[in-house]
């Protein structure tokens, strides 16, 4: 690997490798389950070698993202093993000028690793986020135990009642992701309809939950996109305990929710 863009990944790596240990120590990432992307800034990026791999093409034209960079795990990755050896499990992306395809930029010749089977979700939300959130450049999709829990109960497989639990279990949840969860019915993996269908609801909610599968979040960082999980995990995991001691969960009142809502951090 070029020793510039070599250095350039160990810096970039860190947050990324990190987010990936917790994610796996909470058992949110069995097996290769979960992907993680960051767009990055054109500031941050090295002077690229000449030579990348072959265009390989995408399966629709992104040509909002024409261009841009961005840092994916490679597929059939484990989260464990992106928290140990990031360098070997993380990749560096280029998209085509045109949208239609995308060049491997790292590592050089490393013609086995290819970018997560979700790539296709992960570059439509990006697409939106550049035109109504520019600042969120990260999106984590993992495999929350008490989010895909929720959604096996019929009644709670509705955006309007997952929030009403999700906020009410938990004041951080209020404070730190206002706009709650938004919900998508039960869509196959690994297509461009679900990347499709994750946009419709991320466009006013910073997470969306996949029905019977798993969560996708968006923030400005590794870190802050993991919180925003962990947080609505703790909101999720508050409600069960209640139901497993043999309680309906009381929750916040419409009168102690405003009053979070009205706090600044």
Same mark, same amino acid.
């Given at each position: 690997?070029?020793?510039?863009?070599?250095?350039?990944?160990?810096?970039?790596?860190?947050?990324?490798?990190?987010?990936?240990?917790?994610?796996?120590?909470?058992?949110?990432?069995?097996?290769?389950?979960?992907?993680?992307?960051?767009?990055?800034?054109?500031?941050?990026?090295?002077?690229?070698?000449?030579?990348?791999?072959?265009?390989?093409?995408? =399966? @629709?034209?992104?040509?909002?993202?024409?261009?841009?960079?961005?840092?994916?795990?490679?597929?059939?990755?484990?989260?464990?093993?992106?928290?140990?050896?990031?360098?070997?499990?993380?990749?560096?992306?280029?998209?085509? +000028?045109? @949208?239609?395809?995308?060049?491997?930029?790292?590592?050089?010749? $490393?013609?086995?690793?290819?970018?997560?089977? $979700?790539?296709?979700?992960?570059?439509?939300?990006?697409?939106?986020?550049?035109?109504?959130?520019? +600042?969120?450049?990260?999106?984590?999709?993992?495999?929350?135990?008490?989010?895909?829990?929720?959604?096996?109960?019929?009644?709670?497989? +509705?955006?309007?009642?997952?929030?009403?639990?999700?906020? @009410?279990?938990?004041?951080?949840?209020?404070?730190?992701?206002?706009?709650?969860?938004?919900?998508?019915?039960?869509?196959?993996?690994?297509?461009?309809?679900?990347?499709?269908?994750?946009?419709?609801?991320?466009?006013?909610?910073?997470?969306?939950?996949?029905?019977?599968?798993?969560?996708?979040?968006?923030?400005?960082?590794?870190?802050?996109?993991?919180?925003?999980? +962990?947080?609505?995990?703790?909101?999720?995991?508050?409600?069960?305990?209640?139901?497993?001691?043999?309680?309906? =969960? $009381? @929750?916040?009142?419409?009168?102690?929710?405003?009053?979070?809502?009205?706090?600044?951090?």
């Amino acid at each position: 690997m070029d020793q510039e863009l070599s250095l350039f990944m160990k810096n970039i790596t860190g947050d990324v490798s990190t987010v990936a240990g917790w994610l796996w120590q909470r058992g949110w990432a069995e097996r290769n389950a979960g992907n993680i992307s960051v767009r990055l800034a054109a500031e941050e990026l090295p002077s690229l070698p000449g030579e990348h791999s072959a265009l390989l093409p995408l =399966p @629709g034209r992104c040509e909002t993202l024409a261009g841009l960079c961005f840092l994916v795990t490679a597929t059939n990755t484990r989260m464990r093993d992106v928290a140990a050896r990031p360098l070997e499990t993380l990749l560096l992306i280029r998209i085509s +000028d045109d @949208g239609t395809g995308y060049q491997i930029l790292s590592p050089p010749g $490393e013609t086995a690793l290819r970018p997560t089977s $979700e790539m296709q979700a992960h570059l439509c939300i990006h697409e939106m986020l550049i035109l109504k959130r520019p +600042d969120h450049r990260v999106v984590i999709h993992t495999h929350v135990t008490e989010l895909i829990a929720l959604t096996h109960i019929r009644e709670f497989c +509705d955006g309007q009642k997952l929030n009403s639990i999700l906020l @009410g279990m938990h004041p951080e949840t209020k404070i730190f992701v206002p706009d709650g969860v938004g919900f998508v019915p039960y869509t196959l993996p690994g297509t461009r309809a679900i990347g499709e269908a994750t946009v419709k609801v991320l466009e006013d909610h910073s997470a969306a939950l996949w029905e019977k599968h798993g969560l996708f979040a968006t923030g400005r960082s590794p870190v802050e996109t993991f919180d925003i999980i +962990d947080i609505l995990a703790k909101s999720a995991s508050i409600w069960f305990i209640c139901r497993s001691a043999g309680y309906e =969960p $009381e @929750g916040l009142t419409e009168k102690q929710l405003n009053e979070l809502a009205k706090l600044k951090f």
